[in-house]
């Protein structure tokens, strides 16, 4: 999540996410478990 802050604090606003969340059992949930605050 630090690096998620550092990024849109500095105006990156797209991510290119790992293979993780791909494989995760519940993809958005991982998702949102990264980027919830900014949603």
Same mark, same amino acid.
């Given at each position: 999540? !630090?690096? +998620? /802050? &550092?990024?849109? @604090?500095?105006? +990156?606003?797209?991510?290119? +996410?790992? @293979?993780?969340?791909? /494989?995760?059992? !519940?993809?958005?949930? /991982?998702?949102? @478990? &990264?980027?919830? @605050?900014? !949603?």
């Amino acid at each position: 999540q !630090q690096d +998620v /802050r &550092l990024m849109i @604090e500095n105006n +990156v606003h797209a991510f290119l +996410v790992g @293979e993780a969340f791909m /494989r995760a059992d !519940q993809p958005g949930g /991982r998702l949102s @478990e &990264l980027f919830g @605050e900014y !949603q």
